[in-house]
């Protein structure tokens, strides 16, 4: 698919996020949101005024109970502005929040927005108060959600978490009430964390399982058993093979990845599961180690880190995939599987304008029977254009043999053939003729023209 840019000064694309059957845009100082329709395909819907500062971050939440309004934010430095987004399309500005302090990221969990910092700052909006507030915590590095938790890794070793559901807060001043879960037992800073939540079909209960990364370059794995919610999450495995800080990790089904801050040195293990809980026998066993090489641009000219992000994207129950943008001035894309970086497929932009944004988006198959979700890559040109690429198809495609058939093939094709050689003198021979010299069902004795060999 192609959506054109949104006016002729519209700049190069920043960032792209998706949500349900909705995507946002993000430009230098405004942001448009689109909506997947049945009929027509991709709409326009919103469009937000022209703000003073750059964009640096882009939030959506477009699955709400019933009828409620549909919700984008966007935040630059330490400002954070929230508009709701009505059924017929208009849009109302819900509030502008500030953290006080620069964030590094912004998103939703369920209807609640959350904003963090580095510098140990939590900011959270409440969709049922429509209150705003700030909560203090050590120094954050990383985070993850995981249903209604907000899971931190932080400078101190310890991992927290708050139930922004929940929303609950301490009687004596009305903080948030943030939870300590875990502590490195070396007190490594916690730099990447993933949690994965046990299938909810699943007999194990309330089973947690948390991989992560620490500045040392070590990367664990802490589980919580149900019969252990009292005593706290235990460590589970412990892995020494990166030299550099952990910048990303992923615990999936079926896969643990993690990625270090040497050129993006990816290390990946199978993991074990008995009855959809983790398992120590024969327990995680190493796959693969490569790098995805994607150079930074110095000058912000090809757009900005927070659209770029390499990975990886899908859901943690199927295959994941990083996307590789080698060189920040390029019209190509990789796109390689996380567990093995085997590459899927290359895209390239149909008008040769480079790719200056990109996210990998999961579209809900539409009310009609048998159609099921679609996986799209979605590229931000500099001129402003969106592209869609199909990664379902691509996905499904990437693990069959291309090109004729192999040799194996054509013998199977032969087996139940004898074949003739013809001496008769032509330059061009009848197709017809040609056919008829040499292929004859096995059943058939008799040969037309010249001298016969059976293959043996």
């Known amino acids: 698919g192609y959506l054109p840019p949104p006016g002729v000064d519209a700049g190069l694309v920043r960032i792209v996020c998706g949500h349900h059957t909705w995507i946002a845009v993000a430009y230098a100082h405004f942001v448009v949101c689109y909506r997947l329709k049945e009929a027509s395909g991709w709409q326009q819907v919103f469009s937000s005024p022209r703000l003073d500062w750059l964009i640096e971050s882009l939030a959506l939440n477009a699955k709400v109970l019933g009828d409620s309004d549909k919700m984008v934010a966007v935040a630059s430095c330490s400002e954070v502005i929230l508009w709701a ?41 409440n969709a049922v108060t429509k209150h705003w507030q700030i909560q203090d915590v050590v120094p954050i590095n990383s985070h993850d959600t995981a249903g209604s938790l907000l899971v931190l890794g932080c400078n101190n070793g310890s991992i927290y978490y708050i139930d922004v559901q929940k929303f609950p807060l301490r009687m004596k001043d009305n903080d948030l009430l943030v939870t300590e879960l875990y502590r490195d037992p070396y007190e490594d800073a916690i730099t990447a964390l993933s949690v994965y939540l046990t299938p909810k079909n699943s007999d194990s209960g309330n089973w947690i399982e948390i991989a992560y990364g620490t500045s040392s370059g070590t990367v664990r794995v802490i589980v919580q058993h149900p019969e252990t919610v009292g005593s706290g999450p235990q460590l589970f495995q412990t892995f020494s093979v990166h030299r550099s800080p952990i910048t990303k990790i ?31 026998q024969p327990g995680s066993t190493p796959l693969a180690s490569f790098k995805i090489l994607a150079l930074d641009d110095l000058d912000g000219q090809s757009g900005c880190s927070a659209g770029t992000d390499i990975g990886p994207y899908g859901d943690r129950d199927e295959q994941q995939v990083f996307i590789q943008k080698v060189v920040p001035d390029t019209n190509k894309l990789f796109v390689r599987l996380s567990s093995t970086g085997r590459r899927i497929c290359e895209v390239q932009s149909v008008d040769g304008v480079g790719i200056t944004a990109f996210t990998v988006h999961e579209c809900e198959g539409s009310s009609r029977i048998s159609s099921r979700a679609r996986r799209y890559l979605i590229t931000g040109h500099g001129n402003g254009s969106i592209q869609m690429w199909d990664l379902t198809t691509a996905m499904e495609t990437a693990g069959k043999e291309v090109g004729g058939p192999s040799e194996k093939d054509v013998l199977e094709q032969l087996e139940h053939w004898d ?31 010249g001298e016969s060999c059976r293959e043996r």
Do not use: Y
């Open 250 to 280: 992923t615990l999936s089904e079926k896969h643990l990845i993690s990625v270090c801050a040497d050129n993006n040195h990816v290390r990946t293990w199978t993991v074990t599961r008995f009855r959809g809980m983790i398992s120590t």
């Open 419 to 449: 074949l003739a050689v013809s001496r008769t003198p032509g330059v061009s021979p009848a197709p017809s003729l040609l056919n008829a010299a040499l292929l004859r069902p096995q059943t058939d004795s008799h040969f037309a023209g």
């Open 85 to 125: 987004i009505h059924e017929g399309g208009s849009g109302s500005e819900i509030g502008v929040f500030s953290l006080g302090v620069p964030m590094e990221s912004l998103f939703f969990v369920g209807n609640q927005l959350i904003a963090t910092s580095h510098t140990g700052k939590v900011g959270v909006w």
